[in-house]
Structure formats: structure tokens, C-alpha cells
């Protein structure tokens, strides 16, 4: 028996830490959360006319975002594995190879459709809900349903 079938993958995941936080240290979880989200606000990156831009093909400002983003996560990952990174508390971190499944492109369109439609992917919802977008909560409820309904169909939709 591996390593993989030895831990829960539905409760920790894959890559779960081993190691348990105390409620006190989750702060530093919150303290990232609401910079990321001030960083979302002041880049407008939650703005809905720039999400419609980028969807209407008027504006490379969201593709640059993006685009950004995948070129520092590709090198941190990297890195990662270059130097033999760890945790903060000093795990080894895992990184499982990727396979591809027609699923993939389903939940691409079906995620990108509802991005367009509302103007919010789940990143900056928190924040969007933050700078009194309150219609947003309608978005969250309805990710969290979506979400929930993946979890109770997985086992029969194709992977």
C-alpha cells in the first residue's frame, strides 16, 4: 500500500498537511485573505466591466493578469522541485502528475459560462461581497450548490 491509499483523500486531499493547525495560527489564513482581496480591489481585477471586457475580446488587461499568473505559478513550481521546497512546518511537498479527461473541457466551458454570466469566478467573490456587491451572494450560493451537486454526481460523471 502506498502513501496515496494510506491518507483520506476526501477530507485533507492529496497534498494535505499531517500536521494540525490550531484555531489561533488560522489567522494567518484570514490576514492572506483579506490582502489578496485588497490586491483583487485596487487592481480592479473584481471589476465586472473589466470581466465583460475580457470576455467581449475589448481589453488584454484580464489576459495579462492571468497570463501573469500562470508564468509565477509554472516557476514556482519549478522552483519547487528544483531546490526541494518544504512547508513552512517542514513537510515535503507533493506534487501529483496532472492526467487529462473530456471532463476537463465540460467543466472549462461550464465554469468560463458562468464566469461571463455573472462577472465573478471564485477567487474574488469574497472580495467582490466585501466592496458591497451584496447581488454576489447569489453567485456564492449558487458556486457552493454547484459544487455540492459535483460532489454527489462525481462518481457517475466522467473522469
Known amino acids: ?43 480592479e481585477i473584481i471589476s465586472w466591466f473589466r470581466i465583460q471586457e475580457m470576455f467581449q475580446l475589448q481589453s488584454f488587461f484580464m489576459y495579462g493578469v492571468i497570463g501573469s499568473a500562470v508564468v509565477v505559478g509554472i516557476i514556482s513550481v519549478q522552483l519547487i522541485k528544483k531546490f526541494n521546497i518544504k512547508t513552512l512546518q517542514g513537510e515535503k511537498i507533493e506534487i501529483q502528475p496532472k492526467t487529462f479527461s473530456k471532463g476537463q473541457i465540460y467543466g472549462g466551458l461550464l465554469f468560463g459560462f458562468g464566469w461571463a454570466l455573472t462577472g465573478a469566478c471564485p477567487g474574488p467573490l469574497f472580495a467582490q461581497i466585501g466592496t458591497g456587491v451584496t447581488v454576489i451572494v447569489v453567485t456564492l450560493i449558487s458556486a457552493i450548490f454547484g459544487t455540492w451537486v459535483y460532489g454527489f454526481f462525481k462518481d457517475k460523471l466522467p473522469h
Not at 497534498?15 to 490582502?35: H, R
Request: aromatic content about 12%; glycine content about 12%.
Open 1 to 43: 500500500m502506498n502513501n496515496l491509499e494510506n491518507k483520506n483523500t476526501d477530507t485533507e486531499g492529496i497534498n494535505g498537511s499531517q500536521l494540525k493547525d490550531s484555531g489561533f495560527s488560522n489567522l494567518k489564513y484570514l490576514f492572506v485573505g483579506i490582502l489578496f482581496g485588497i490586491i483583487f480591489v485596487k487592481a
